[in-house]
């Protein structure tokens, strides 16, 4: 139950794309296809962005998408917004129906 | 409205004990899988536990086992997190979470959270 690693921090100007990485193992990122990515504000609860990899909730922005290699998941933002300044946070299961977070990645929009 | 309310959480000494409940509305409840996901103060998000839909089957991250339990009480659409021997290291805001995904968590409703203080 090792936390997924993510960089601390990640920027880029508006209308950019960025890519946060999510490294896990072949326990938990590598032997599954369902991996989360959440956006948290400060003082705010955490949204979910992406499921099962690649899949939006409805009323996400298409900006947003999910992909996985291995045992590395990612999350892309294109078009940047000053409003997707936030955390991101990524997800997997690690089997036995448990879970384990990344770290977090502190997004900013210059 | 979808909604999850967390209550419960304060301030209480190492080695106490404290409940959590979790009011959820607007959904079916009892068609889900639930959990608890904790943030310590400028830190990550940490899964807690989680509870199948009829409560049959329970699972806890390792540093909470034999010191936590999850329920559920499907009549009162509530959800709770028994804490027994906390520790500073629990000191969090603790979210009640509604999994989509059958246990594999991919968590689409959140509460707001209650913060757990655990200070002499």
């Known amino acids: 139950q090792s936390a997924l690693t993510q960089p601390a921090s990640v920027s880029g100007s508006p209308g950019q794309s960025i890519t946060i990485s999510c490294t896990g193992t072949?326990?938990?990122?590598?032997?599954?296809?369902?991996v989360s990515w959440y956006q948290q504000h400060p003082g705010k609860a955490p949204k979910l962005m992406i499921y099962?990899?690649?899949k939006r909730p409805s009323g996400v922005s298409n900006r947003f998408s999910g992909s996985k290699s291995g045992n590395t998941a990612s999350l892309t933002i294109s078009g940047l917004q000053a409003e997707d300044e936030a955390d991101y946070y990524c997800?997997?299961?690690?089997?036995?129906?448990?879970?384990?977070f990344g770290g977090g990645t502190k997004l900013t929009v210059l | 409205e979808v909604q999850l309310v967390e209550s419960g959480g304060g301030l209480v000494q190492p080695g106490g004990s404290l409940r959590l409940s979790c009011a959820a509305s607007?959904?079916?409840?009892?068609?889900?899988?639930m959990s608890w996901v904790r943030q310590a103060p400028g830190k990550g998000l940490e899964w807690v536990a989680n509870?199948?839909?009829?409560?049959?089957?329970?699972y806890y991250v390792d540093s909470v086992k034999g010191r936590f339990t999850i329920s559920r009480d499907n009549a009162k659409n509530s959800l709770y997190l028994q804490m027994n021997s906390l520790r500073a290291e629990d000191t969090a805001v603790y979210y009640c979470?509604?999994?989509?995904?059958?246990?594999?968590?991919?968590?689409?409703?959140w509460g707001q959270g209650t913060m757990v203080t655990v200070s002499s």
């Open positions: 099962e990899v690649s």
């Open positions: 997800c997997s299961y690690a089997g036995s129906s448990t879970s384990v």
């Open positions: 509870i199948k839909q009829d409560g049959s089957e329970k």
């Open positions: 607007g959904f079916t409840f009892s068609s889900y899988w």
């Open positions: 072949s326990s938990d990122v590598g032997s599954y296809n369902l």
């Open positions: 979470a509604r999994d989509r995904a059958g246990g594999a968590g991919a968590f689409d409703i």
